[in-house]
């Protein structure tokens, strides 16, 4: 039986050596974004009229907002499915959910040309484009995903607003607007929800439809028709490891609770969907006759077998091994390995496997493109820290509920270190 846990701030120094880490790996990249605003994309980076994006938008775009999954996959769980044991795990990754997606425009505005215009989907509608369509339910699931947070900013502060100085008048409309918050929101919470669902599945099949149009630039390893179902499963079946990943790294720099028993019920959801995930895969590539490529020594090949034997084979054998799916070590190895692969596929599909027809030469990223994109996951982390250390969105170590019977001990299995 599952004791379900009360998230609360966490009583933890926030500028510890990692922290400091994460603001320094943020400076070099903040000087590139400045460099690439004052003179241009060519000032920084390596792109060019062949080879028109990069790893911005392989990995702070495409890979970013695959990796954010677990907020509406782990919603789906708790709150659809009734699946209420869950729910210690749905806070942290809805944070995750929404600073991922907070993070994809501002990567989308270092990386387009016209940074000034990326408004402009909202205003011109274009309803023939898979691009438009993308951009549309990102923009309003980002929206969704903060309404959905709304409820931990009014537990921590709805009667506790206390601005300093010149601001304290404001302190209380914020307190009584958070309290509204508090007691209304839960009422229609269940529309959000579905909301997000039905948004993400389209985005994230969206991205996969975008290189549809593309079938003599995409390399045939990758495409096929099924690439928007492709892309939906495969991030589905990121979203459950990405909430192993980052409470197996929480639990080892905080003082929080022990979910391993949570996160090994959520595997055997993971081995379903990597598992299908697989047999699609194989298969299209069966059907297609795509085969032929697999063992012909190119730079494809070997990145399309690394992507399928260590981020799909690798793991899905590791989580149908019952020892590995109740040890915390044998989780968040396997997760770093299903969430390697995803990164690995969209970079095959948006890089590795994209070959402009008149292109001279082969892109590789600039130290400036490589420093921003560190630059943002750092940041990322960075404000993943802050948040849970003044939110409740962690469960505190000692801060156990009374039990609750939906997972139950056969699910959980025994966790060891």
């Known amino acids: 039986m599952k004791a379900q846990h009360a998230a609360a701030p966490l009583a933890h120094p926030l500028w510890t050596p990692g922290v400091l880490t994460m603001v320094a790996l943020m400076v070099p990249g903040l000087f590139f974004i400045v460099g690439r605003f004052i003179g241009g994309l060519g000032a920084v980076t390596n792109l060019s009229q062949s080879s028109p994006w990069g790893i911005w938008v392989a990995i702070d775009v495409a890979t970013g907002v695959a990796l954010a999954a677990g907020g509406f996959t782990t919603a789906a769980l708790a709150h659809v499915f009734g699946r209420q044991a869950y729910a ?48 549309m339910c990102v923009v309003i699931y980002t929206n969704v995903l903060y309404i959905e947070f709304i409820p ?58 975008l290189m549809l149009i593309a079938p003599t630039k995409l390399h045939p390893l990758w495409y096929t028709p099924i690439l928007p179902l492709l892309f939906l499963l495969s991030a589905i079946a990121v979203g459950f490891p990405m909430v192993v990943f980052e409470n197996t790294l929480a639990a080892a720099s905080l003082p929080i609770e022990d979910e391993t028993p949570v996160l090994a019920a959520l595997s055997r ?29 190119s730079t494809q090949s070997i990145s399309f077998l690394v992507e399928m034997l260590v981020g799909v084979m690798a793991p899905f054998v590791l989580l149908v091994i019952p020892s590995v799916r109740t040890s915390r070590r044998g989780l968040f190895v396997s997760a770093c390995l299903i969430i390697g692969g995803v ?51 962690l469960t505190p170590r000692g801060h156990a509920l009374s039990p609750s019977a939906s997972v139950s001990p056969a699910q959980e299995g025994r966790a060891v270190p």
């Open 343 to 393: 990164v690995l596929n969209r970079l095959n599909v948006f890089l590795v496997g994209y070959r402009a027809p008149y292109a001279e030469t082969t892109y590789f990223p600039s130290i400036g493109e490589l420093a921003v994109t560190t630059a943002l996951v750092a940041a990322i982390m960075f404000l993943y820290r802050v948040l849970v250390t003044y939110l409740p969105v």
């Open 152 to 209: 931990i900013v009014a537990e921590r502060f709805k009667n506790n607003v206390r601005l300093p100085g010149p601001l304290s008048f404001l302190n209380g409309p914020l307190g009584r607007l958070l309290d509204f918050a508090d007691r209304t929101l839960d009422r229609f919470m269940w529309v959000f929800i579905l909301a997000g669902i039905v948004l993400s599945c389209m985005h994230q099949s969206g991205l996969g439809s």
């Open 269 to 297: 959801y993971t081995t379903g969907f990597l598992g299908l995930y697989g047999l699609l895969k194989a298969g299209d590539i069966l059907v297609r006759g795509a085969y032929r490529f697999l063992l012909d020594g």
């Open 88 to 135: 210690s795990v749905t806070r942290p990754a809805l944070l995750t959910a929404v600073l991922g997606y907070t993070f994809v425009p501002i990567a989308l505005a270092i990386d387009i040309g016209r940074s000034w215009a990326i408004w402009h989907p909202i205003i011109y509608w274009q309803g023939n484009s898979v691009l438009f369509e993308v951009a």
